[in-house]
């Protein structure tokens, strides 16, 4: 079995589908909040293929530091249930995230004897597949949850933490004290709540600005190695020594073209590419694209990428773009995606998994 991320079409129509007849109301997150994250590259929606066939489907939360992940919805599709298919995507979903956090919801007065029996097998359910369940429950949107947890991690409080920073680096502190009661604390009675309730979002205002040997020597000091490292091309540590492995790896002649990020008016990153004109290869490459770590998932990705792109496609006169990354950075690959790059190849480099991805440009003749 494997896992595909769904395009937004896909996504619409699978929640369409199979999502509203699979979930009461009550705790279905409307799809425009799904769509949204998406866009801010903080949601995987993943259909489980078996022998090409779809199976099942699961959604998945991400928080700000890529510590694990919130499982928000796991489903089996119709005519394929009662087969174990749940127990091996928990398995293939904790393979790809390392850590898994879970809501299910809590059995209660309020819901009939047959009602609260359904919620007491599916906490059970996650039990016999390696979750716990946690020593606080949370309250969202009015809907009160027992919090589960499967991961390496044995302190609840640092769960607890993680769990609490996928809501907190989404909603806005008014917002998380109105609808977001996570712990619920003992005694405290859950807040009424009409469903799910969005608010607005305003993203950085991102533009690119000239690379001086000033912004060139910027060392991104609020970002640890392990940030860095996640969004630079192979073998780099830091920002500068991407910027020395571009210039090693070029090919001989092409053109070299760098520009800062900028965010609200701070130098928040770098981008880089080298254009050349060669038979069978692309006329671009993006060689690298770094940020600081706190305008993740926040669509400052995609802002510069296009903004970078609209430069030299003129520039060079460029009519296609390739760009590498690993296969575990899953940002950079909804990015990739979401821009309109395919899937070139998948390989493996010095041990680490990676991927090529392919830009095609159709421009008009004029």
Not at 267 to 280: I, K, P, S, T
Not at 340 to 355: A, I, K, Q, W
Request: proline residues 6%; aromatic residues 10%; hydrophobic residues 40%.
């Amino acid at each position: 079995m494997k896992l595909k991320l769904l395009s937004k079409e896909e996504l619409t129509a699978l929640y369409q589908n199979e999502m509203t007849a699979d979930f009461p109301r009550s705790e279905l997150k409307p799809l425009k909040a799904m769509l949204r994250l998406m866009d801010l590259g903080r949601y995987d929606p993943l259909l489980v293929l078996k022998d090409g066939a779809a199976v099942g489907y699961a959604m998945v939360w991400l928080p700000e530091g890529r510590e694990g992940a919130l499982l928000e919805y796991l489903g089996v599709l119709r005519g394929k249930r009662n087969g174990g298919l749940g127990t091996k995507i928990l398995a293939l979903l904790a393979q790809r995230y390392g850590q898994l956090f879970g809501e299910a919801e809590a059995p209660g007065p309020e819901a009939s004897p047959e009602e609260n029996d359904l919620r007491r097998r599916r906490i059970a359910f996650y039990e016999r597949n390696g979750f716990r369940v946690l020593d606080y429950q949370c309250a969202l949107f009015g809907v009160r949850f027992h919090c589960l947890y499967r991961g390496p991690e044995r302190d609840d409080r640092k769960v607890e933490a993680l769990h609490r920073g996928v809501y907190a680096g989404y909603f806005s502190p008014a917002h998380m004290e109105r609808y977001i009661q996570l712990p619920l604390k003992p005694g405290e009675a859950v807040k009424p709540a009409p469903e799910w309730v969005e608010e607005a979002f305003p993203g950085p205002a991102v533009a690119l600005g000239e690379r001086t040997a000033q912004t060139a020597a910027h060392s991104f000091d609020k970002m640890n190695t392990a940030a860095i490292r996640k969004t630079l091309p192979m073998k780099a540590k830091t920002a500068d020594e991407a910027v020395a492995d571009f210039h090693a790896s070029q090919t001989p002649g092409a053109s070299s073209f760098g520009r800062t990020i900028l965010a609200d008016g701070r130098h928040v990153g770098d981008v880089w590419c080298y254009a050349f004109h060669q038979e069978d290869e692309p006329d671009a490459m993006v060689s690298y694209c770094v940020f600081a770590p706190e305008l993740w998932g926040r669509g400052a990705a995609t802002q510069a990428l296009k903004l970078f792109l609209d430069e030299i496609v003129p520039k060079y006169a460029v009519k296609t773009v390739g760009a590498f990354t690993f296969s575990d950075n899953i940002p950079s690959i909804r990015v990739l995606e979401k821009n309109g790059f395919r899937l070139m190849e998948e390989f493996t480099e010095d041990g680490v998994p990676s991927r090529y991805y392919q830009l095609s440009l159709h421009q008009e003749k004029g």
